[in-house]
């Protein structure tokens, strides 16, 4: 299975962007990346998804490395309310695949 | 956007009962829809694929005796857990995805913290 890998967790200041890494090394050509959030004791909330280019929607952007075994989902402005576990996963075969997450603490 | 209801949002049981949780796709018909389990600090793990109409598809090491899926119609979902015991207790989690010949974001429910006493 494609697996997908993150720090565990990360800090940032509020109102400041924020990167978060991912690795997939193993990814094949048609897995797509997907990134979800989840804030504790709810269900996961989708954040962007894309295959070869970068994509931007209003909650984030994801960037994508031209040899896709990387990507960066980019919050250009975290509030408070981002403070989450941000999960990086790939769809093969659309199946979701997750990984561990990383946790996002947003210092005010 | 797509909304998926999960109902209860808390269950607390006796050992050795059965429970009921209920996956809906409010706006969208779903033919195949995703059971997770949450442990404290651990990502979600796939129980199960539940396919309309017909059986579901457990991952290896889910028993589906123990974690019966019924998926009757394109908006409904269920999953029972049967004769649950304290081990059961966990963070259940539902998913659709509307499938239109995309690639599609999945949709999750608010999730079903079950505790069996």
């Known amino acids: 299975d494609a697996k997908t890998t993150q720090p565990n967790s990360m800090e940032s200041n509020e109102e400041e962007p924020v990167h978060l890494p991912c690795n997939h090394s193993?990814?094949?050509?048609?897995?797509?990346i997907h990134w979800y959030r989840q804030l504790p004791s709810q269900g996961p909330e989708y954040v962007i998804h894309?295959?070869?280019?970068?994509v931007n929607n209003r909650m984030a952007s994801l960037a994508i490395a031209e040899d896709r075994k990387s990507s960066t989902l980019i919050l250009h402005r975290a509030t408070l309310r981002d403070a989450a576990v941000y999960y990086c996963i790939l769809d093969s075969n659309y199946q979701l695949i997750w990984g561990a997450g990383t946790k996002l603490i947003i210092k005010p | 956007g797509a909304v998926v209801s999960q109902h209860p949002s808390w269950v607390i049981c006796k050992s050795g009962t059965s429970v009921k949780i209920e996956c809906r796709s409010l706006?969208?018909?779903?033919?195949?829809m995703f059971w997770y389990r949450q442990f404290p600090k651990q990502s979600l793990m796939l129980m199960a694929t539940s396919n309309e109409g017909s059986k579901a598809t457990y991952e290896q090491g889910v028993e589906k005796d123990k974690f019966l899926i019924n998926h009757a119609s394109l908006t409904l979902s269920t999953l029972t857990v049967t004769s649950a015991h304290p081990e059961d207790s966990s963070f259940y989690i539902c998913?659709?995805?509307?499938?239109?010949?995309?690639?599609?974001?999945?949709?999750f429910g608010q999730g079903t913290r079950l505790t069996v006493v």
């Open positions: 706006d969208f018909q779903a033919t195949t």
């Open positions: 894309g295959l070869t280019s970068n």
């Open positions: 998913s659709a995805r509307d499938w239109d010949g995309r690639n599609t974001e999945a949709f």
């Open positions: 193993t990814i094949s050509g048609t897995d797509y």
